[in-house]
């Protein structure tokens, strides 16, 4: 009876909880697991601002969201992330910058000027005592001497960078160009990137969910505190009857807040609660408005110098050029709203002009700004003529 009941039990091997052995060495520990010693490492860069490291991100995003956070860019994340309060002169005894990489790091993304660097590193090298100190001292001398080409002289916010790089995720499934392109010595390290507007709300909510997983990937926040942030703010929001326009614009407002801080005390886990959630709700339904709006609040499927455009028919699988119709009278749409034309010519040119479509009150009827630029990095016109609807 025994041997028939032994023969009836199943031998259970062991699966790590974390990543349920998809990630190898197989049969490692828990404790062990890639995906866990990762995330514990990124968490305490940013914990303890540690400028010499970089965050490893090769088990915890997406193969397609790796591809946006390259090495360079993540290195100008922690730079970004871990800059001092403004105005405040940085202490180089502090722990942060026991390194000499950490201090060349500090230069090039104006955390001190490069002369302070040069200082601060010439300090060390009278103080350092063994062969192996010296080295590393000089060889970031030596760095710190041909990086003032690639040196940080402005930059935006980490959360703001971050969620337009999620954005470009999504955006960029639709084009077929690829590039491979050397970075010379002399070409300024500028990681630039444009925000693009959600379409559709599924494509809204696939952003949030790529943005909480580089969050989390990154070690910037934790899962419970940045899922309970996007709760307050995105879901809160919809639950309010809010569409999601308006939920994306708010996000954008909060991650403004944390990151022009001046003090660097907001954060994802107070932004919310400190108040001001019915003047920046406000703030955000003015921008949907004005973003999200199609065709400048009056659709226009053809393009609209009808004496010229009328027989254009537009083909959806044509990737745009770049180009605009400047002879149209009607600016595009999507060009204001920092989405890739969809209204484009055979040959990929777009329909409209590349014009701002700010209604103003001093063009007649239904007048735009048409200035060289798009509405959604910010119309000069003279703020007294702005309208929210065409001029009758």
């Known amino acids: 009876m025994l041997a028939i009941v032994g023969s009836n ?37 940013f914990a303890t601002k540690k400028l010499g490291s970089s965050p490893t991100v090769a088990h915890s995003m ?17 730079g970004l992330a871990c800059a001092p309060v403004q105005g405040v002169q940085i202490d180089f005894t ?24 040069s200082a601060v590193l010439a300090e060390k090298l009278d103080a350092a005592t063994s062969i192996e100190a010296i080295e590393k001292i000089r060889g ?9 080409e690639t040196a940080v002289h402005s930059a935006t916010g980490t959360f703001l960078f971050v969620w337009a790089k999620v954005s470009n995720v999504i955006s960029k ?11 010379a010595k002399s070409k300024s390290a500028v990681h630039a990137v444009t925000l693009v507007r959600p379409e559709k709300e599924s494509e809204f909510y696939e952003m949030t969910h790529l943005f909480i997983m ?12 940045v899922i309970k942030f996007i709760d307050d703010t995105v879901f809160g929001t919809i639950r309010m009857g809010e569409p999601f326009t308006v939920a994306h614009e708010l996000v954008l407002c909060y991650f403004r807040e944390m990151d022009f801080d001046p003090a660097r005390l907001l954060h994802m886990g107070n932004v919310f609660r400190r108040g001001g959630q ?60 920092g989405r890739p034309c969809k209204n484009l010519k055979p040959d990929g040119t777009c329909t409209f002009s590349h014009k701002c479509n700010q209604f103003v009150s001093d063009k007649g009827p239904g007048g735009y ?4 630029h798009a509405r959604c990095t910010g119309c000069d016109y003279d703020a007294g003529k702005k309208l929210r609807a065409p001029a009758a």
């Open 9 to 45: 039990l199943y031998t259970v091997s062991a699966v790590c909880p974390h990543c349920k052995d998809t990630i190898l060495p197989a049969g490692h520990l828990a404790a062990a697991c890639p995906l866990i010693v990762e995330l514990t490492k990124n968490a305490d860069i």
């Open 62 to 78: 997406t193969h397609e969201l790796a591809m946006q956070f390259t090495r360079p860019v993540v290195d100008a994340i922690v």
């Open 94 to 117: 502090d722990a942060t910058y026991n390194q000499a990489s950490a201090v060349v790091k500090a230069a090039v993304y104006g955390h001190c000027s490069f002369a302070e660097a």
């Open 140 to 148: 970031a001398m030596d760095s710190l001497k041909s990086a003032g």
């Open 173 to 183: 499934r639709s084009e077929f160009s690829y590039k491979l392109e050397a970075v």
């Open 214 to 225: 580089t969050v989390i990937a990154l070690g910037l926040a934790s899962a419970t505190i």
């Open 278 to 337: 019915d003047t920046l709700l406000s703030e955000a339904r003015r921008n949907a408005a004005a973003f999200f709006r199609a065709g400048g609040g009056i659709l226009q499927p053809k393009g609209n110098n009808d004496d010229k455009l009328g027989n254009v028919k537009t083909i959806k699988n044509t990737k745009p050029n770049g180009k605009s119709d400047e002879s149209s009278k009607k600016p595009c749409p999507d060009f204001n709203g």
């Open 369 to 372: 700004c048409m200035g060289p």
